[in-house]
């Protein structure tokens, strides 16, 4: 086996054993990005000098002592809206193509200081703006399960490399499912955290009240390290949240008994596909027979998530998006006037579908139109986190299949925008409602193609969510890998 | 009801300079949305205030203390255009 192949915690031992070093551990993930990189298309960027000095470092400071944490010396990968100093950031944008950010995000200097390598910067939907990886300037991902099919989106590339093995782990970001979907169909750990535990500062802003980050991973005890990393307080993020981050690790291996699960009966029926509808009843049939207790529960609010949706996220992103005009960075398009510039920028930079998302949100926003559409779906989303509240007196945690179907061809929904806003209809609810919740892969349908289990929990409800995470996680035994033409074994 | 949509006036409010073929495609593929989104309308929202921060947080400060800023010749070097430490753009008013 390949050292590229390890879970975190198992480099973690291989380092500290000096079987391996970072060093070893990088070669071994560049190794396998040279395989599969010209298929799969996971990064935009891989920074082999800048992560050769990391690792060296890291190496050197173990030897001497120096142990950073269960980061230390491990090779990730970023996605590309995440701003890091000195290493081009582009959010899959031509409008961004060759930014050199001048500063670090709080997420990446809280890394860098736990010693982790930053192999590159991920492919992804532009500006994080779709569910398949395919609306990005400079090429879609494929899927390491099946390269005719989209990995998911928007996080695609980070969640492919973390699955083929061109990382040990990585992180994206979750607007409306955009970190758990693209852990679904490749068959990873996806978590987006309670909004405000990670500091968005140096995100590049899609949706500003929906934006988290948070971790893609092999399994959910590294999927716990990598958010346990960069949790926490920041003061340079005004909605992050001041209190302290939630102790995880004490429950997480109690298992599902006397867990009450909320299995939501408006995530299911039509339009989900039998083999994911038949992988999650058997996954509740052992919780259940291992002592969680099972209720149907309604939250009829969760059938207008999507609509609610597509009336805040292009909202806010049409306000975020306006700072991208070429004057201060990135692509100009000359005009005899400046706002001739700014409009032949823009409508040269961007792609159609942040396009059409601003269109949209700039329409919706606009004078007379505002309280009917941003003010009602806000409105709206107090219902929905009302109701979920109310869930949450009966029951634990909330399961669903996150997302309706395993992964689909490239182009199949590329033409039809609310097919595809269709593919985030179970992940959308969770952050509406700025609750946590987390994909696990719990088995493969007959092609092959990976089924990915959501559990939600109640705001700051991380410790609960995990620990049926892992419940879920140990029953289904999950151990496959993709088998991509050309993978060394 | 079809949504009316003056999607010349959005594209200049957005400031994007879109020929008209793509401004058509637009406002059949906005109305498409908007129609699916006006489900949203039709809830009774009485007396629900609007989510601003999904746990409720307000009126956040950090204190306000001097920190170093951003280098200004590392931020210029991203910009299209700049001259003597400025961001440089076309003229912003008709004559100037």
Redesign the interface.
Known sequence: MSLADLTIAEAGKQLRSGQATSVDLLEAVIERASFTEAQLHCYLTIDHEGARKAAESADRELAAGTDRGPLHGIPLALKDNFCTRGMTTTCSSQILAG?????DATVVSRLRSGGAVIVGKTNLDEFAMGSSTENSAFGPTRNPWDPERVPGGSSGGSAAAVAVGSALGGFGSDTGGSIRQPASLCGVVGFKP???LVSRYGLVAFAS?LDQIGPLARNVGDALTLFEAVAGHD??D??S??GPVPEMRSDLEAGPKGIRVGVVTELSGEGYEPAVSTAMAEMLNRLAADGAELVEVSLPTFE?A???Y??IAPAEA?ANL?RF????????V???????????T??EG?GPEV??R???G???L?AGYYD??Y?????????L?REIAEVHERVDVLVSPTSPTVAFELGAKTQD??AM?LSDVCTIPAD????PAISVPVGLDHQGLPIGLQVMAP?LGEAVMFRMARAVEERAGFTARPAMAGLPT | MPIEIDIAHVARLARLALTPDELDRYRSQLAVILDHAARVQAVDTTGLAPTAHPLGLSNVFRPDEVRPPLDVDEVLSQAPSARDGYFEVPPALEGA
């Open positions: 930014y050199v950010p001048p500063y309670t909004y405000g009240s003061p340079l005004s909605t949240y001041p207008l999507l609509s609610c597509y009336l049409s306006a005009d070429g004057v201060r960075y990135g692509l100009r000359d005009g005899e006037t400046v706002e001739e510039m700014m409009a032949r823009r409508a961007f396009i059409r601003i269109l949209l700039t329409y919706s606009s009917a559409f003010g009602q779906a806000n409105r709206l989303r107090t219902k986190i925008p609310l806003y509406l409602a700025g609750t705001a």
